[in-house]
């Protein structure tokens, strides 16, 4: 079973810029896609980016242009670089891996990190 582990979230302010980390233990044929979901409190886990390990990416409309999703496959590492950060992208952030047929539902991913915290100040 993949093991994922996330880093980087922290307490910023408006318009600062913020990287992310998931660390993937091993890559596996089932979690060929890889994704960052985020929660806020009292909304529902929300796609944010993904990308496969050959590099095709796709974004949600909320953060297009402003976030950038990129892999490290020598390290299994995924990076989410956002920037121009808002007070409502406030929420914990979730690495999550699945099969390169994965879209932006949650219940396609089969594999999810415990998640790190963004704060944005306004």
């Known amino acids: 079973q993949v093991q994922l582990a996330e880093s980087g979230g922290g307490l910023v302010q408006t318009g600062d810029s913020l990287r992310l980390s998931c660390a993937a233990s091993r890559r596996t044929f089932s979690v060929l896609r890889m994704a960052w979901f985020r929660q806020a409190p009292g909304k529902e886990r929300e796609f944010v980016a993904s990308t496969s390990w050959s590099g095709s990416t796709n974004y949600a409309d909320s953060v297009q242009g402003r976030f950038s999703i990129s892999r490290d496959s020598a390290k299994n590492t995924v990076y989410l670089q956002m920037t121009n950060l808002k007070p409502e992208d406030t929420a914990l952030y979730y690495c999550?891996?699945?099969?390169?047929?994965?879209?932006?539902?949650?219940?396609?991913?089969?594999?999810w990190g415990q998640g790190t915290q963004v704060t944005v100040a306004s």
């Open positions: 999550a891996g699945g099969p390169l047929s994965s879209t932006m539902r949650r219940d396609e991913y089969v594999a």
